[in-house]
């Protein structure tokens, strides 16, 4: 096979590919590319060759891309993100990586369409934003008449205790217990909302920190079922710090709740570097979880056992979650029942170095 040949059937290849394929100079102009440019933003290959890369990128892109490609120059491969124009004068997202060769004075650059996912993306965190809004605005706005509701039944319940029949007595007993827990689980789902619509900004957070906040906090509750809490030494990371206290203080709250009867509560918290995260760990001698309900206990209100063995509404673990992913990381247990459990959860470690 010529050389001509090999170099035809080699433009063959490359045009199969639905990513754009191209060659271009060390200061950007576009040299060889094949047909998926075409096919994706409407330019011949022979009306972009001899052009610049800069003239596609949209203006508010054009600083962080300019950014991206000095490091080309270091001899450094390059990835990101940026609109580039298409031949009818929109715009679609094209994810990037461009490998630099320094020898040839050459840059080999594939780009991906990722309009589609942006647009995906975009739409589900309007669809969540919205949400968290009409559950904020809701719980917010039930407070007052559920306050006043709560009030006069309570004042029914004092004055005419023993005035009316027994029947009466109990009714009115059932109506302050629901018009209370409807209280506390309004009150727990503004907290639940407002992980996102009242979070801080992230800030250097000593984890060792938290967790002697967390214990000070605890203090009564580990005084009074003899809790020993440990810990390793731990990271600095990059969080909002109240959150942080309030995810730790749910869980070593919860390993004190949901302790053996017959075993002093021990909960150890420790950290290891995993790649590009921390992964944390609180694990307890408690009575553990089945397997079965390893997912279940991280959703809203959702309760294992019976209501009145133990206080709460079943949503503090849903708000571990939701400060977790607000911090770009993953929650999960891992439990034998009747032996303890292990909650995990991670946080990005670029952040913090």
């Known amino acids: 096979m010529t050389a001509q040949a090999l170099a035809v059937n080699v433009a063959r290849f490359f045009d199969l590919s639905d990513l754009l394929l191209g060659v271009v100079s060390d200061d950007g102009r576009l040299l060889h590319l094949n047909s998926a440019w075409q096919r994706t933003l409407g330019f011949s290959p022979e009306a972009l060759c001899g052009r610049n890369l800069s003239e596609l990128i949209h203006p508010d892109d054009s600083e962080t891309v300019a950014a991206s490609l000095h490091r080309l120059g270091e001899g450094e491969v390059v990835k990101f993100e940026s609109r580039c124009r298409c031949q009818d004068g929109s715009y679609k997202w094209v994810a990037w990586k461009i490998t630099p060769s320094v020898e040839e004075k050459l840059w080999y650059a594939v780009g991906e369409d990722r309009s589609e996912v942006r647009r995906w993306k975009e739409a589900a965190e309007a669809r969540a934003q919205e949400l968290q809004q009409f559950a904020y605005v809701a719980s917010h706005d039930l407070k007052e008449p559920l306050r ?28 302050v217990d629901g018009a209370n827990r409807m209280q506390s689980m309004i009150t727990d789902l503004l907290t639940y909302s407002r992980v996102t619509t009242q979070g801080k900004p992230f800030e250097p957070t000593d984890m060792n920190a938290v967790v002697d906040r967390v214990t000070a906090n605890l203090q009564l509750a580990i005084e009074e079922f003899g809790a020993l809490v440990t810990r390793d030494d731990l990271p600095t990371v990059t969080a909002d710090s109240a959150q942080m206290i309030q995810l730790l203080q749910h869980l070593v709250g919860n390993a004190i709740k949901f302790r053996r ?36 206990v991280f959703q809203i209100f959702q309760k294992l056992h019976g209501r009145g063995e133990y206080p709460g509404n079943g949503i503090g673990l849903a708000i571990c979650r939701k400060i977790v992913e607000r911090h770009g990381g993953r929650i999960w247990v891992d439990s034998q029942l009747g032996r303890g459990s292990t909650f995990f959860f991670t946080l990005p470690a670029e952040r913090e170095e």
């Open 261 to 296: 009867t017959e075993e002093r509560p021990e909960i150890h918290i420790s950290a290891a570097r995993q790649g590009r995260e921390w992964v944390f760990s609180v694990s307890d001698n408690g009575m553990g979880i089945e397997p079965k309900d390893y997912d279940r």
């Open 148 to 175: 006043m509701v709560s009030s006069y039944v309570q004042l029914l319940a004092r004055r005419y205790r023993g005035k009316l029949d027994a029947d009466a007595d109990e009714f009115i007993a059932f109506a």
